[in-house]
């Protein structure tokens, strides 16, 4: 396996071990108290290799990695390696885009959060279709001191678990909340978040006992943190799942917590917040369809505008005399306020999300004693800052390319020159960064399967984006 890196690399040996519920996600078959005996002399659900045994081993079990299980790539290096391990451990693209994004939300609070939205398209190679899940952050029906959007993120990942997913729903969960809950190190990438950002944090107590050191200084690249009121939420969507946060008793305390806070949501807001699954925004290309995420995410048509103009210049990309399209004109106050990863499994599968909390960091204010950031309601500002695209050949059924972008204003146009360098400039995926402002906020992350997937899965490879602090996990050869 190969771990491509932008900015440092990340210690695997510091993930906790996850911490289901006794007895969840395992299937019970004779011999297990040795299976799990053995799982554990070779490190657990976290070992990638060693100790030998069969490679095609059930699923939700640990066993060693042969040949391509799939790949990720994240802005966050904590949440690839969580998604990584799920692959290794059987997940489909979905059940590891359900961890990616969960640990998202705990190790990149600035970007990701349970009290913010987002988007996912979704290519599942069994069922030979492509959809989109659209969780957006919807407005409260009262007016608050806080204008606080409802959350709808864990509502809407568990939409698409409920569809496409192979493990346990507490499976996918268990890494987030052990991150949350036993502590982990600040990243580079939420390091230079908080020294951009932190300042925002600063009127609300509980997140600057949190997020910020002494003298509410943001707290610095590897420092330990935990965050157990966070944790306690997880626990509680892993174990009653999202229904009862938006239905039941959960629902009403978060309510009343958000309320505390200033943001007028309600019991019923949090009820009538429900994902919706749409059909995405397509083209075509060559021989295959590009889908894009719709409306409300503005950012997918214009992702798809600037595209039809990169690949109109086909032999000036094919040249190298080609640039990156200029950047929307929006709100620059959005940029670091949202995030996009990918993940393909080993059966061709692929999923492509983003996350937003509208803001960094959110509203800057959390619902009091739970750990959750509260965010604004999605509007075409904020949701024109992500942008994700699939690439998919619906005759024979194969994935050739998933993209993801967002953290500012263009990420529609970083992530279409990125595409464009790659499907129409043919560059490798080193080069794909070329044209690509430095300066710029938007990072975008890729996966490429030249040859197609699953049939030639051996072509795929993937990365982070080089000006962040990301990382890509992907078998080698």
Known sequence: MILAKAGHPERQSGAPHPIPRPGAGVRRRPGRRRAVTFALLCGGIWALAGCGGKSNEPIGTAAPVAGYFGSVAADEPRATLAGRDVLANNGSAVDAAVATAFTLAVTLPSRAGLGGGGACLVHDQRAKKTEAILFPATAATLDGRLPAGVPTMARGLYA????????????????????????HPVSRALAR????DGERLAGDPELSAILLGPGRAPLAEGTSLSQVALAAALTRIRTAGPGDFHVGQSAREFAAAARAAGAAITAEDMRAAIPAWAA?????????????????????????????????GRDRWRSGA??????????????????????TDREGSAVACVLTMGQPFGLGRSARGTGILLAPPADAANTGTVSAALLVNTNVNEFFLAVAGGGGVDAPA????????????????????AGLDAGQPARVNIVSCPAGAPRKSETCATRTDPRGHGLAAYPGQ
């Open 160 to 183: 698409m678990h409920a569809r496409y997913g192979r493990l346990r729903w507490e499976q996918a969960l268990a890494a987030a909340e052990g991150f949350a809950r036993f502590g």
């Open 193 to 196: 978040d908080l020294a951009n």
């Open 280 to 312: 995405p925004a397509e083209m075509g290309f060559a021989q295959e369809r590009l889908y894009l995420l719709p409306d409300p995410f503005s950012g997918g048509a214009a992702t798809a505008g600037l595209w039809r103009r990169l690949a109109e």
């Open 322 to 343: 080609a640039a990156a399209p200029a950047p929307l004109a929006v709100a620059s106050g959005l940029d670091r306020a949202s995030t996009g990863f990918v993940v």
């Open 414 to 433: 970083a992530t279409a020159a990125v595409m464009a360098a790659t499907l129409v400039g043919q560059q490798t995926l080193d080069r794909a960064y």
